[in-house]
């Protein structure tokens, strides 16, 4: 078990944009989150990596009560995550921006390693982003401006940092969002290889295909509750997914 979240609750003065979510995501399996606009699935992501802390619940992440601290900490305990929007510094390489992932893994980071010319540290910390790199298919990029890549690429890269910090669990916030059916299967490609791998994965997407064809369970959330869970089979033939996110149209 990696992640046990309990009772999850998220208030924005009088607006309660989670209430009392709770669920588990273990190691080598993709654990998704869908729901309606709204439904408060960013919002849950954010308290459980510390970006934007509960007001109150629960985390557990490797047995170890982590709700209460800062991101920066949770995430050297090994939890990775993406954002909803693309991240990177576009005139920087490819390289260059998975090596600012990789500085989790070490003393200085990656900018402070360059500009005090600590050549070795430097040189570790794009040994490590150039692994990385490779570990997601994108060697032939490695130089390249981040911005020159079409979309689904810097999705990639932004999942090749999140793994350059060693991560045991990955959240991803809709991954698949803005990419053609070709990118599409290229990140399902990737995200079957690191749960094979053992890494654990938490999605939130909207993209229903996509999520039924990778994920292992599936939580359903509207309003900011929990909807329904279970195999992605069954959240599909649930009344009340079709009725709430489908619009009653099987």
Not at 72 to 99: C, D, K, Y
Not at 189 to 203: D, K, S, W
């Amino acid at each position: 078990m990696l992640l046990e979240v309990q009772d999850a609750s998220k208030h924005f003065g009088g607006l309660v944009a989670n209430d009392r979510v709770s669920f588990k995501v273990r190691a080598g399996e993709v654990m998704a989150l869908i729901g309606p606009n709204g439904a408060g699935k960013s919002t849950l992501f954010n308290g459980i990596s510390g970006v934007d802390p509960l007001t109150s619940g629960s985390v557990s992440f490797r047995g170890e009560r982590v709700e209460y601290l800062p991101a920066r900490e949770i995430a050297r305990r090994g939890m990775s995550r993406t954002f909803q929007h693309v991240r990177l510094l576009p005139a920087m390489s490819v390289i260059e921006n998975v090596a600012i992932g990789a500085h989790l893994r070490g003393r200085k980071s990656f900018v402070a390693a360059a500009c005090r010319s600590e050549r070795a540290e430097e040189a570790r910390l794009l040994h490590e982003a150039a692994l990385q790199i490779e570990r997601c298919g994108l060697a032939e990029q490695m130089y390249e401006a981040a911005g020159s890549l079409p979309l689904g690429k810097q999705r990639i890269v932004e999942i090749a940092r999140a793994l350059a910090a060693d991560p045991c669990l990955l959240l991803l916030d809709e991954p698949a969002a803005g990419l053609r059916y070709l990118e599409k299967q290229s990140l399902a490609g990737l995200l079957r290889r690191l749960r094979a791998e053992g890494i654990g994965i938490l999605l939130v997407e909207h993209d229903m295909d996509f999520v039924m064809g990778l994920a292992d369970r599936v939580l359903v959330m509207e309003f900011g509750q929990k909807l329904a869970s279970g195999l992605p089979e069954e959240v599909q033939r649930n009344p009340a997914v079709i009725e709430a996110y489908l619009g009653g149209v099987e």
